[in-house]
């Protein structure tokens, strides 16, 4: 036991204690004021965020804690792989039976009292330990050049659960799913030709699956032809110009700018944000990072930033250190969960990219997050410490 602990890596172990902290408190100072609006207790989602956080907490120690082959056991993986599978399929079944379930467009969740589980959530992890498992077992084959042979199994659970995705409609999530697979795709050791032609594929797979989604659409000729429900369709429009369509759906990216703006350097303090208050909708989930900017400032912007910048980089460090295919696999598909989400999430709030409805990692209030993010900081903590263990014994 204490050998185990005396491994923990603390670049990795105190960035995430420090993110889930910041993330409770913005959470809570995000959400509260709407909570009064609503006669309600503001500390509503405080509650939910802790507890998310605490139980994040008790599944990253167990992660760790349980020997890392247990991960990559065709037991573990399958039932991981399979039940993902069961709640996509089931999210759709509710989507068919009881559309009035969707929530600002679409019906992403699966509601179990008062919580929610998001299984798009789950699809990142278990494609990350799919691909993992299936090209950490297939190395030799890989090697002599059975590309397809190897890639088949992966690129079609790949598939299937962005297709499954892409009929919620969830956009932003199929656009993470299908990043990931390039990575790990790449991470492989394979071609740049095969990696640039599967990462080809893969888009042109989402194109055909928004074309798809488009025709499932009837309210107009245009929408049906590009894929694009309407709500879709002003998101982007309000992108290109959020001042012009203020009122026909920029009001969110013109009330980011506002608060970012507001909040200058060093912010208004915590608590006092103005766009909190019914301009910005739901500010503790997508624009949580411009409350941060407003009452915090920048400076703290920055630094929640620069730990998600550290988790990303050092578990990309430790996976190019792993002299074991599976372990770096999973140290990279990390990575690109946190480097993706983080991406589209800043880049829609500051106007970069068109808004998606993605969180940004453990500062957004959202238990399935919170709880996946936090198997994957158990993950990449145990593969980090079974590294160590293996240098040791080498004597390196």
Same mark, same amino acid.
């Given at each position: 036991?204490?050998?185990?602990?005396?491994?923990?890596?603390?670049?990795?172990?105190?960035?995430?204690?420090?993110?889930?902290?910041?993330?409770?408190?913005?959470?809570?100072?995000?959400?509260?004021?709407?909570?009064?609006?609503?006669?309600?207790?503001?500390?509503?989602?405080?509650?939910?965020?802790?507890?998310?956080?605490?139980?994040?907490?008790?599944?990253?120690?167990?992660?760790?804690?349980?020997?890392?082959?247990?991960?990559?056991?065709?037991?573990?993986?399958?039932?991981?792989?399979?039940?993902?599978?069961?709640?996509?399929?089931?999210?759709?079944?509710?989507?068919?039976?009881?559309?009035?379930?969707?929530?600002?467009?679409?019906?992403?969740?699966?509601?179990?009292?008062?919580?929610?589980?998001?299984?798009?959530?789950?699809?990142?992890?278990?494609?990350?330990?799919?691909?993992?498992?299936?090209?950490?077992?297939?190395?030799?084959?890989?090697?002599?050049?059975?590309?397809?042979?190897?890639?088949?199994?992966?690129?079609?659970?790949?598939?299937?659960?962005?297709?499954?995705?892409?009929?919620?409609?969830?956009?932003?999530?199929?656009?993470?799913?299908?990043?990931?697979?390039?990575?790990?795709?790449?991470?492989?050791?394979?071609?740049?030709?095969?990696?640039?032609?599967?990462?080809?594929?893969?888009?042109?797979?989402?194109?055909?699956?928004?074309?798809?989604?488009?025709?499932?659409?009837?309210?107009?000729?245009?929408?049906?032809?590009?894929?694009?429900?309407?709500?879709?369709?002003?998101?982007?429009?309000?992108?290109?110009?959020?001042?012009?369509?203020?009122?026909?759906?920029?009001?969110?990216?013109?009330?980011?700018?506002?608060?970012?703006?507001?909040?200058?350097?060093?912010?208004?303090?915590?608590?006092?944000?103005?766009?909190?208050?019914?301009?910005?909708?739901?500010?503790?989930?997508?624009?949580?990072?411009?409350?941060?900017?407003?009452?915090?400032?920048?400076?703290?912007?920055?630094?929640?930033?620069? @730990? *998600? #910048?550290?988790?990303?980089?050092?578990?990309?460090?430790?996976?190019?250190? !792993?002299?074991?295919?599976?372990? =770096? +696999? %999973?140290?990279?598909?990390?990575?690109?969960?946190?480097?993706?989400?983080?991406?589209?999430?800043?880049?829609? @709030? *500051? #106007?970069?990219?068109?808004?998606?409805?993605?969180?940004?990692?453990?500062? !957004?209030?959202?238990?399935?997050? =919170? +709880? %996946?993010?936090?198997?994957?900081?158990?993950?990449?903590?145990?593969?980090?410490?079974?590294?160590?263990?293996?240098?040791?014994?080498?004597?390196?």
């Amino acid at each position: 036991m204490k050998e185990k602990l005396r491994r923990l890596d603390p670049w990795i172990l105190i960035p995430y204690l420090l993110l889930i902290v910041i993330g409770v408190i913005m959470v809570y100072s995000a959400s509260s004021g709407e909570m009064i609006a609503a006669n309600l207790s503001p500390t509503t989602y405080l509650k939910r965020q802790a507890i998310f956080a605490l139980g994040g907490l008790f599944l990253a120690g167990i992660t760790y804690w349980f020997p890392a082959h247990f991960w990559y056991s065709k037991g573990t993986v399958t039932i991981i792989t399979l039940s993902t599978l069961a709640l996509l399929i089931l999210l759709r079944i509710i989507s068919h039976f009881n559309p009035s379930a969707a929530q600002n467009g679409a019906v992403g969740w699966i509601n179990i009292g008062a919580f929610n589980i998001q299984p798009v959530e789950i699809a990142k992890l278990a494609i990350v330990l799919y691909f993992a498992y299936i090209l950490g077992r297939r190395e030799k084959k890989l090697k002599k050049g059975h590309i397809l042979e190897v890639f088949g199994a992966p690129l079609a659970l790949t598939a299937l659960f962005v297709l499954l995705t892409m009929i919620q409609p969830d956009l932003g999530g199929a656009l993470i799913l299908s990043f990931i697979a390039v990575v790990l795709i790449g991470a492989s050791g394979v071609s740049w030709g095969f990696t640039i032609g599967g990462g080809a594929l893969i888009f042109g797979m989402f194109c055909v699956l928004v074309n798809f989604i488009g025709h499932l659409n009837k309210s107009s000729l245009f929408l049906k032809i590009s894929g694009l429900q309407l709500y879709q369709l002003d998101r982007f429009r309000s992108f290109l110009h959020p001042f012009k369509l203020e009122q026909h759906g920029g009001a969110q990216l013109v009330n980011s700018y506002y608060a970012i703006n507001n909040g200058g350097w060093f912010g208004r303090g915590l608590g006092n944000s103005i766009q909190k208050l019914g301009y910005l909708p739901e500010p503790y989930t997508d624009f949580i990072l411009s409350i941060t900017a407003e009452e915090l400032g920048v400076v703290a912007v920055s630094v929640i930033l620069i @730990l *998600l #910048g550290i988790l990303i980089v050092r578990s990309l460090l430790i996976g190019m250190r !792993s002299h074991n295919t599976y372990h =770096m +696999l %999973v140290c990279y598909g990390v990575s690109a969960i946190l480097f993706v989400q983080t991406l589209i999430n800043v880049g829609g @709030l *500051l #106007g970069l990219i068109p808004i998606t409805g993605v969180t940004l990692p453990f500062i !957004s209030y959202g238990g399935s997050s =919170m +709880l %996946v993010l936090a198997i994957c900081m158990g993950l990449v903590l145990n593969i980090s410490a079974t590294e160590k263990s293996n240098r040791e014994r080498s004597g390196l």
